[in-house]
């Protein structure tokens, strides 16, 4: 089976790379470049959306997958979710994130969809190293995250040593420029992930407790766990559920007053869930990943 995925430019998507690779595992024939570039010709084009209105239909023989990996963010993210549920082309089947995605969008057609929650890479399975060069790495967006530079300047002013990976604005660093002890290793390659994560203790989650972000999966708190980091976060939604029903146990920010050994801490005991569960190959297993798509090419 031909299987086109749709990229967009601007998007990090992981989990495009790890269908890639889960389905040519399996012997599908795998197409994955920017989403205008994808085959009309192949059996199936998955595209994570997004916008894809109905009027944009062109001649293609492929079957469309629509992935909703999020709820849209303000400004009028009540309006945008409309949107979608109202212009967007029904397709072959949908896969949602999970149930708070698919129940906030609303389909009321009849196209079958699956949930697939976020995984973790292979190669982040690792354990950390015994003589780490940073306290705490904080990986993934700044901008946009209201009150996660006042907290880094917090736990820098408490004496830790920070590690910054990802896309910060330039007046953000600025911000810090006087600090010895934060350091920006700006966007890297995901091939130097694993590296950066081994040289760190331990592994910073700030989600602000708003709607629609309190109830997504924190991929990066994944990688950490998979990284035998220790987990630092604010409390809300997902990660007081999450901790909860895996038995993980973090370290939670509003009891973080002082300079403390995270050597002392293990997010994960004997009796916390397999971190391993969380790896793409078993996420995708669980989710009938290939299953769904073989049943949505049959009856399309």
């Known amino acids: 089976m031909k299987v086109g995925l749709g990229l967009k430019k601007s998007a990090y998507t992981p989990e495009a790379y790890a269908y890639k690779k889960y389905l040519e595992d399996l012997k599908f024939d795998v197409q994955m470049v920017d989403e205008i570039s994808v085959s009309p010709d192949n059996d199936i084009n998955l595209y994570f959306m997004g916008f894809r209105p109905r009027f944009l239909d062109k001649k293609t023989t492929a079957i469309e997958i629509h992935e909703y990996q999020s709820l849209s963010t303000p400004p009028a993210p009540r309006l945008k979710d409309y949107l979608k549920k109202t212009i967007n082309r029904i397709p072959g089947g949908r896969i949602f994130l999970n149930s708070s995605v698919h129940s906030r969008l609303g389909f ?172 793409w190959f078993n996420v995708l297993e669980q989710s009938g990943f290939a299953h769904f798509l073989m049943n949505v090419r049959t009856n399309g």
């Open 108 to 279: 009321s057609d009849s196209a079958p969809y699956i949930f697939r929650d976020m995984g973790v890479d292979e190669s982040l399975f690792q354990a950390p190293s015994q003589d780490p060069l940073y306290d705490i790495v904080y990986s993934g967006s700044v901008g946009g995250r209201v009150g996660l530079v006042e907290e880094l300047k917090r736990l820098a002013a408490l004496g830790y040593k920070l590690l910054i990976v990802g896309t910060v604005e330039q007046s953000v660093r600025e911000e810090f420029a006087r600090l010895k002890n934060v350091f920006f290793a700006g966007r890297v390659a995901r091939e130097e992930l694993p590296e950066l994560y081994r040289q760190c203790r331990a592994g910073l989650n700030y989600t602000p407790d708003l709607y629609p972000f309190n109830v997504q999966t924190s991929t990066k708190t994944l990688e950490y766990l998979a990284s035998g980091l220790s987990v630092l976060s604010n409390k809300y939604l997902w990660s007081e559920n999450f901790s909860q029903r895996n038995g993980y146990d973090f370290i939670w920010l509003d009891g973080v007053t002082s300079y403390i050994d995270f050597g002392e801490f293990k997010a994960i005991s004997s009796t916390s869930k397999n971190i391993r569960d969380y790896s």
